[in-house]
C-alpha cells in the first residue's frame, strides 16, 4: 500500500511543504533548493523575470513535471508518482493557467462538471447541481449553456476557475490567470480570486498585478534563476524590496502598472 494513503492527513502540517526541490532540462537547471511551506489558508503571490522557474514550480507541485531531487508534500502526503494516488492528488490541487484550457465542443456547465464525474465518480445531476452554484459563484451563471468562445476571455478564465473549484480542491494554483486577458477583464479575474482568498483557500499565485498582492496576498515569494531570491510581505516587497533583483525586476514591472 502506498505510504500516502496510510499517513493520512496531519492538520499541523503546512498544507504544501517543499523542501530541497530540484528540477532541470537536459543541463539547464530550471529550479534549485527551493525550500517553501504554505500554511492553510495562506495567499503566496510568486513573483519573478520571465525563466525564473515560477509555472516549473507550479507544474512541479501537481506533478506536471517530475522533480529531479526534493521533497514535495500536499496536506502533509508526499505528492505522489503515478497511479491512482496521483489522480487523487492532482484533484487535490486545482491549477488555472494562462490559457484557459477548456473544452471548445462543450458548454460552460459541461466543462465545469465533466471531471467530478468522470474522476470522482461523483453523480452526473450533483455535479451539475455543484457545477452551478460554482458558476454563480464566479458570476457567470447565465452563460452556462453556452460554448466557450461564446464567452469573453475573463468570463472563460472565471469558468476555469470554477471547473477547478469543482474538485473541492484543498489548494489552488494560478499560473498568470490574467496575463492573456485584455485589461478591461483583469479586474474580474482577479476580484473572482480576492474572494477566494478571503474564503480561506489556500493558494498559489504566479502573478505581476500588485494591486491583487497587496490585498490578498500574505506573501511575496520573489524568484530569479530558479531560485527562491527574497520572500516578504506585500507591502515590504513592493515598497522596499531588498535584492538588487527584485529592485531591477519591480522597476520595470512598475512602470506598466
Ligand atoms: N519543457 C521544457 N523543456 C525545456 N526547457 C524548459 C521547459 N519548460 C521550461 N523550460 C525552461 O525552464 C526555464 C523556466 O521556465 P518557466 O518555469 O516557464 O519560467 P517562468 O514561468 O518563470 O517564466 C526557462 O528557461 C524555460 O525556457
Ligand atoms: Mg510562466
Known amino acids: 500500500m502506498a505510504t500516502g494513503s496510510t499517513i493520512g492527513e496531519d492538520a499541523d502540517q503546512p498544507m504544501v511543504r517543499i523542501r530541497g526541490l530540484r528540477k532541470s532540462y537536459g543541463e539547464h537547471v ?7 511551506d504554505i500554511a492553510r489558508g495562506e495567499v503566496v503571490v510568486v513573483a519573478g523575470p520571465s525563466g525564473s522557474g515560477k509555472s516549473t514550480l507550479c507544474r512541479c507541485i501537481n506533478r506536471l513535471e517530475v522533480a529531479d531531487a526534493g521533497d514535495i508534500t500536499v496536506a502533509g502526503r508526499p505528492v505522489p508518482l503515478e497511479g491512482r494516488e496521483l489522480a487523487r492528488l492532482r484533484a487535490e490541487v486545482g491549477m488555472v493557467f494562462q490559457q484557459f484550457n477548456l473544452f471548445a465542443h462543450k458548454t460552460v456547465l459541461q466543462n465545469v462538471s465533466l471531471a467530478p464525474v468522470k474522476v470522482l465518480g461523483r453523480p452526473a445531476e450533483q455535479a451539475r ?64 480570486m480576492k474572494a477566494l482568498a478571503a474564503d480561506g483557500m489556500t493558494m498559489v499565485a504566479v502573478t505581476h498585478e500588485m494591486g491583487f498582492a497587496r490585498s490578498a496576498a500574505d506573501r511575496v515569494v520573489f524568484m530569479d534563476a530558479g531560485r527562491i531570491v527574497e520572500e516578504a510581505a506585500p507591502e515590504e516587497f513592493f515598497s522596499a524590496p531588498r535584492s538588487r533583483r527584485a529592485q531591477e525586476f519591480l522597476s520595470k514591472v512598475l512602470t506598466h502598472g
Not at 30 to 36: A, F, G, S, T
Not at 136 to 146: N, Q, T
Open 129 to 192: 447541481e455543484r457545477a452551478m452554484e460554482l458558476l454563480d459563484r464566479v458570476g457567470v451563471a447565465a452563460h452556462a449553456a453556452k460554448f466557450p468562445a461564446q464567452l469573453s476571455g475573463g468570463q472563460q478564465q472565471r469558468v476555469a476557475i470554477a471547473r477547478a473549484l469543482a474538485m473541492d480542491p484543498k489548494v489552488m494554483l494560478f499560473d498568470e490567470p490574467t496575463s492573456a486577458l485584455d485589461p478591461e477583464m483583469v479586474n474580474e479575474v482577479l476580484e473572482v
Open 30 to 36: 530550471v529550479l534549485q533548493d527551493i525550500d517553501m
